[in-house]
């Protein structure tokens, strides 16, 4: 395995001596590093730069769910599901490792709900065509309650069972991100895009970015530019145009983590209508349970944005709803929020569920080319479109989308999941040789989860992981699992780090600082 292919200083070279790229992306979330991958496995020279880390924003903060979307097939929305469920099919294909079939059971308390439910999920199965999950079936009262044993018996009729795909968000990134270089991408975290070079004419012609480790600015050059900024897409208008409206608007959504105990089987609770009109899920996630979401429209945005006290109470009151056994706030492991970056509303009374969730492309006067919205399940699409925009305007050569049949790094058939390492498909074996070659890497970073050092140093070789929380974070999800395990596995992975990165004390406090701080922000 060439492991230099992954190192900074490789990648921060090619930076240095490539004169011109085809195209410049800016945002490592999944839209962006899906354009990556679009861009390079059809032949162009092509760069991204991340301000953080990939999916340091939206992209880890998700359901987990790869999914057509049963609340748009309610709306009407039938081409949205279509497309999503295509995409669904393509992503366990292609990152089989990362995706599964988890099965999903909607309570119903009268038969009017069940019917519905049973004819809405009939048409989803049937949008899916070949590549569907499974047929969805309506369940008697007897089975919800052997198959979801902490459901509340009382009024329950019975339930519909359906099939989505569920993932790990932030590791799909960091394999795409793999997968990309691995085709000649040169893709890069904590370099930060400042400003857009343009020519004569006002056309941007590159980008000029601020490498955040060593400090430097570079001006690079590129055909095109694409802003995959996620909620910070106005930002980089703002670049190109400082009288720019805002297009986009934040929602956010946050999730609750718990244990395992609160839904022990294997089959995740799809709420399909709480008090406000909205989608509840309690999904089975490395071995705890993720419930949310809330969708709460905000005026401004961070890239560590903080629950809202009401959408906590939201989440345990509907939660409580439902099941027997009492979730309170002690119980939280973890609690995380996300910003979806919907079209900004015309008008102030238009409700976030109601805002198309389809993606969108812009092409300023300037040429530079926007993407915003859309969804995880859907980010190749988002990318074939984006690059396919950029051919239709005559700035690149026509070449055809690959990624179609293009497995991401570390696919493999025949996931065995009794190991916690299954979640690097093909690179377990690298990571148990690792731990063969030196025992010490096989101990755990805490005795509660099963992450070993070994993944520690897996992470910084072959994963791009500059801190502490790259790793707890987005590498191995500790920090999303159980936040106060994370916040004491600190100083241990801190000297793991230092020992790797060659670093000193020094920074090894400062990097169990600055993560403490921000991991305190998922105790609730
Ligand atoms: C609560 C919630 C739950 C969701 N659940 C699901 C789900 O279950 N399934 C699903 O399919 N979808 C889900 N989504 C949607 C999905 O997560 C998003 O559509 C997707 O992650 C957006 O990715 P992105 O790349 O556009 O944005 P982001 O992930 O936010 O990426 C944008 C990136 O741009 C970087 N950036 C910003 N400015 C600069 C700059 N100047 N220079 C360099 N980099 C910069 C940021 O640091 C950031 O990493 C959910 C969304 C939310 C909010």
């Excluded at 490789?10 to 962006?32: R, S």
């Excluded at 093909?426 to 030196?438: A, F, G, P, R, Y």
């Excluded at 096989?442 to 072959?462: C, D, I, Q, Y």
């Excluded at 987005?474 to 699992?481: E, G």
Aim: with cysteine.
């Amino acid at each position: 395995m060439a492991v230099s292919l992954y190192q900074r200083e490789t990648l921060i070279k090619q930076l240095q001596t490539n004169k011109k790229w085809d195209v410049i992306i800016i945002g490592g979330g999944a839209t962006g590093l899906g354009i990556a991958l679009d861009s390079v496995t059809r032949g162009y020279k092509t760069l991204l730069l991340e301000q953080i880390d990939f999916a340091k924003g939206t992209s880890s903060r998700s359901t987990k769910l790869v999914h057509g979307g049963v609340r748009y097939l309610a709306q009407g929305n039938i081409d949205l599901v279509r497309e999503a469920l295509y995409e669904r099919g393509l992503m366990l294909k292609n990152a089989s490792h990362l995706v599964s079939n988890q099965s999903f059971i909607i309570p119903n308390y009268n038969l009017w709900d069940r019917l519905k439910y049973t004819v809405g999920l009939k048409l989803y199965d049937f949008l899916a065509g070949k590549l569907s999950f499974g047929k969805s079936v309506g369940i008697s009262k007897k089975k919800t309650t052997l198959r979801l044993t902490t459901i509340k018996p009382d009024k329950l009729k019975g339930g519909v069972v359906y099939h989505d795909g569920q993932f790990d968000d932030s590791r799909l990134a960091i394999n795409i991100a793999q997968t990309s270089i691995e085709k000649g991408a040169t893709i890069l975290n904590y370099c930060k895009v400042t400003g857009l070079l343009k020519d004569d004419e006002g056309i941007v012609n590159g980008v000029i970015a601020h490498d955040i480790e060593t400090d430097k600015s570079y001006k690079l050059n590129g055909r095109v530019v694409i802003n995959a900024t996620g909620v910070f897409t106005d930002e980089v208008l703002q670049m190109d145009d400082n009288k720019a409206k805002n297009i986009v608007r934040p929602s956010q959504g946050i999730h609750l983590v718990l244990e395992k105990s609160f839904l022990p089987g294997n089959d995740a609770i799809m709420i399909p209508k709480t008090d406000d009109g909205r989608v509840l899920f309690l999904v089975p996630w490395h071995d705890k349970v993720v419930v949310g979401t809330t969708d709460t429209l905000l005026d401004s945005h961070s890239l560590e944005p903080k629950p809202l006290e009401k959408e906590v109470d939201f989440i345990i009151d509907t939660a409580n709803r439902y099941l027997n056994k009492k979730v309170s706030k002690k119980d939280v492991l973890s609690i995380f929020a996300g910003l979806r970056p919907l079209a900004a509303p015309k008008d102030n009374s238009e409700k976030t569920k109601e805002i198309s969730r389809s993606h969108k492309i812009i092409v300023s006067s300037s040429e530079l080319i926007t993407i915003t919205g859309g969804k995880w399940t859907t980010y190749r699409r988002m990318a074939q479109d984006t690059v396919n925009k950029a051919i239709s305007l005559g700035k690149l050569p026509n070449e055809t989308c690959k990624t179609k049949d293009q497995l991401i790094h570390g696919a493999l058939e025949n996931v065995d999941r009794s190991n916690h390492l299954y979640i690097y498909g093909t690179d377990q074996v690298h990571i148990e040789q690792l731990i063969k070659n030196e025992p010490e890497l096989g101990e755990k970073l805490h005795p509660k989860l099963s992450f070993t050092k070994a993944e520690v140093v897996w992470a910084v070789r072959n994963e791009m992981a500059r801190t502490i929380e790259d790793v707890l974070a987005r590498r191995v999800r500790m920090l999303f699992l159980d936040a106060r395990a994370a916040i004491s596995s600190a100083p241990l992975v801190a000297e793991i780090l230092a020992k790797e990165l060659g670093k000193d004390k020094v920074w090894e406090r400062q990097q169990i600082d600055d993560f403490t701080t921000t991991a305190k922000q998922y105790v609730l």
